[in-house]
Nanobody, 126 residues
Framework: EVQLVESGGGLVQAGGSLRLSCTAS????????IGWFRQAPGKEREGISC????????YYVDSVKGRFTISSDNAKNTVYLQMNSLKPEDTAVYYC???????????????????WGKGTLVTVSS
């Protein structure tokens, strides 16, 4: 059974940092790319970053570029999202997702996703 489990969310003050983890199981990790998405209250889910598990190439949307870093530990089947300089507008439920590849356009990042995690809540206070 394919599973993606997020962890690491919580409450942090503006300017602070959090590291999210997405641990995968039930499939060959190197065969898929992993992406991070988020959904803020009252807004649609948006893709923010993704990484190729085999090639290590990364993509970020403009709103998180320079503040967030995605990385992968293939030995642990885990993808991380290091989030620095957090802002109140980063408050959202963060999801990881699996895809054979990600379309690297913000509005289309979810097109090829076939499995989603259940999400972890990040709250940034001002």
């Amino acid at each position: 059974e394919v599973q993606l489990v997020e962890s690491g969310g919580g409450l942090v003050q503006a300017g602070g940092s959090l590291r999210l983890s997405c641990t995968a199981s039930g499939f060959t990790f190197d065969d898929y790319d992993i992406g991070w998405f988020r959904q803020a209250p009252g807004k649609e889910r948006e893709g923010i970053s993704c990484i190729s598990s085999s090639a290590g190439t990364t993509y970020y949307v403009d709103s998180v570029k320079g503040r967030f870093t995605i990385s992968s530990d293939n030995a642990k089947n885990t993808v991380y999202l290091q989030m620095n300089s957090l802002k109140p507008e980063d408050t959202a439920v963060y999801y990881c997702a699996r895809a054979p590849y990600f379309v690297t356009r913000p509005q289309d990042m979810g097109i090829m996703v076939d499995y989603w995690g259940k999400g972890t809540l990040v709250t940034v206070s001002s």
